[in-house]
């Protein structure tokens, strides 16, 4: 059987990296539609409504998602001070690098949006906008 072939726009692919560049100065918070739970091993069982993906993410990146539970949202830099605690062998150059594929990787997946002082942006706005925008030309 012949694995069927994905097109994605390049157009969605462009507005997502223009995104990511920006994501160390932007706030990151909890999609409230998200459902999780803390197991005892410090994991998080997670369900995404939205993908549709059941997750179980990791103590270190249930710790981080934890963080962006605050309703005011989360500075990469609080999550920084706070994993810096919480891990303080750890070089920060590699907490740097490992927070930031983390906070990417839970927008990229859906379950945080990013907000600045101007809007809020979910994976999933970012794909619906450009779609708009096809359609817009395309009429």
């Known amino acids: 059987m012949k694995e069927e072939e994905i097109y994605v726009d390049p157009q969605i692919v462009k507005n997502i990296a223009e995104t990511l560049k920006n994501i160390q100065k932007m706030k990151v918070k909890q999609d409230k539609r998200v459902k ?7 994991r998080i069982i997670t369900f995404n409504p939205i993908t549709g993906k059941i997750c179980v993410m ?38 740097r690098s490992d927070a ?23 994976i999933v706005d970012v794909i619906i906008e450009v779609s708009n925008q096809k359609r817009g030309l395309r009429q």
């Not at 990787?105 to 002082?117: A, Q």
């Open 58 to 95: 990791n103590p270190t990146l249930a710790e981080i998602y934890v963080m962006t539970k605050n309703p005011k949202g989360c500075t990469f830099e609080t999550l920084i001070r706070a994993l810096k605690q919480r891990f303080p062998t750890i070089d920060e150059k590699q907490l």
């Open 36 to 42: 999780w739970r803390r197991e005892n091993d410090g």
């Open 100 to 122: 930031l594929r983390a906070v990417t990787w839970l927008f990229i997946n859906g379950f945080v949006y990013l907000e600045d002082t101007s809007k809020k942006i979910h």
